[in-house]
């Protein structure tokens, strides 16, 4: 019998997309940084804005050299705009972008609050007769506070009383693509008339519409789950699938202990950092994914935010160690940090540099101080 000679190949096993590092460098925390803050809100596709010092920070912290009041600016120029996109929350997008995202989620954010509005009394009939009230008033440039805005609608017969009853109202007006934040006024937020701040744009068909939206986000924010993108964005599981069909020649994927995810198909080989972040409340970084186990031990974080709801993530080697919160004193800003377990030298010295570019960020000195986790 003829001998036979098999010939073995030696190939190297696959070592699947590190979730961490990954999404660091997709989202700028890592790597290059942006100069402009518009520049990082187009990348995102959308930053939430709920909490709007944290915003700015969740901005300035991608960015090269970046302060409040750059931020601040960009904001009364209307070069990145405030509004209720996505999740029935505020987000900063770019003018380029909020008209196909309103049009693409607005209907979807109007449909999961129609049982508060009803709650609320608030039919078509009202919104009506609330769009038309708030165009008049905002014409020729005009911006006004959401107090002022109230007086409006009362002046025209639409009753405003109560925070949520007006608050509810704006929103339609904000999702419809009637109105969108203006220039803050003080402390005062405002708001002008969306054809005011944004010049006209090409409209995007449905499936352009899921196809960027996707495609943003997958890039991003990958690696990521399409119910990630899900929550994120807001759309219907359909929607989310469908969105990442159009999409996924653009994009890359891998399988990590049995689940799928996506991201962008020019991701360098990254090495692990011991790199420190004082993440802002709802940070991207957290707040985009619906399965945030990657980053996040959920039993430990709800230790102290059980403490103290208001604590924001502190991130080591892309992992939430614990949690911080500032106080604004009249010549510093007191920075308190509560880790899950004592930290090492080194990562102390990581945690301090955050601290301090955060201080650069607002313009004050710190003082920082470590407490013990409850």
């Not at 020019?266 to 802002?280: D, F, I």
């Amino acid at each position: 019998m003829a001998a036979s000679w098999v010939k073995i190949v030696s190939v190297a096993p696959h070592r699947p997309v590190d979730i961490t590092s990954t999404r660091l460098f997709n989202q700028r925390l890592s790597g290059r940084r942006f100069s402009r803050p518009d520049e990082v809100v187009h990348w995102l596709g959308a930053v939430q804005a709920q909490e709007y010092p944290d915003a700015k920070w969740a901005l300035g912290m991608r960015m090269r050299r970046a302060r409040d009041a750059t931020i601040e600016r960009a904001v009364t120029a209307g070069v990145i705009l405030r509004t209720h996109v996505l999740r029935p929350t505020w987000h900063f997008v770019v003018p380029a972008d909020i008209r196909w995202m309103l049009a693409l989620t607005g209907p979807h954010i109007s449909q999961r609050m129609t049982p508060y509005n009803r709650r609320l009394e608030l039919d078509a009939t009202v919104f009506r007769r609330s769009r038309n009230a708030i165009v008049r008033a905002l014409r020729d440039g005009a911006q006004l506070t959401r107090q002022e805005l109230k007086a409006v609608l009362q002046h025209a017969g639409v009753q405003a009383d109560g925070v949520q009853r007006l608050a509810h109202i704006v929103m339609q007006a904000e999702i419809e693509g009637v109105i969108c934040n203006g220039a803050r006024r003080g402390r005062h937020h405002t708001y002008a008339l969306l054809d005011d701040r944004v010049p006209p744009t090409r409209a995007l068909t449905r499936d352009e519409a899921l196809a960027e939206l996707a495609r943003r986000y997958f890039t991003s924010h990958g690696p990521a789950q399409i119910p990630d993108f899900a929550w994120w964005s807001g759309l219907a599981m359909s929607d989310a699938r469908a969105g990442l069909a159009l999409a996924e020649r653009d994009l890359a994927r891998d399988t990590v202990r049995g689940t799928t995810y996506w991201f962008s198909t020019s991701v360098p080989t990254l090495r692990q950092s011991r790199t420190a972040y004082l993440l802002p409340l709802y940070d991207e970084y957290l707040i985009a994914y619906k399965d945030r186990s990657a980053a996040l031990d959920l039993s430990r974080w709800k230790r102290v935010v059980g403490h103290d709801p208001f604590s924001a993530p502190i991130v080591v080697g892309g992992k939430v160690v614990g949690g911080w919160r500032r106080a604004v004193k009249e010549d510093r800003i007191a920075v308190s940090l509560t880790p899950f377990e004592p930290v090492n030298k080194r990562d102390t010295s990581a945690v301090a540099d955050a601290a301090g570019d955060y201080g650069e960020f607002v313009g004050m000195d710190l003082e920082l101080s470590w407490q013990r986790s409850g």
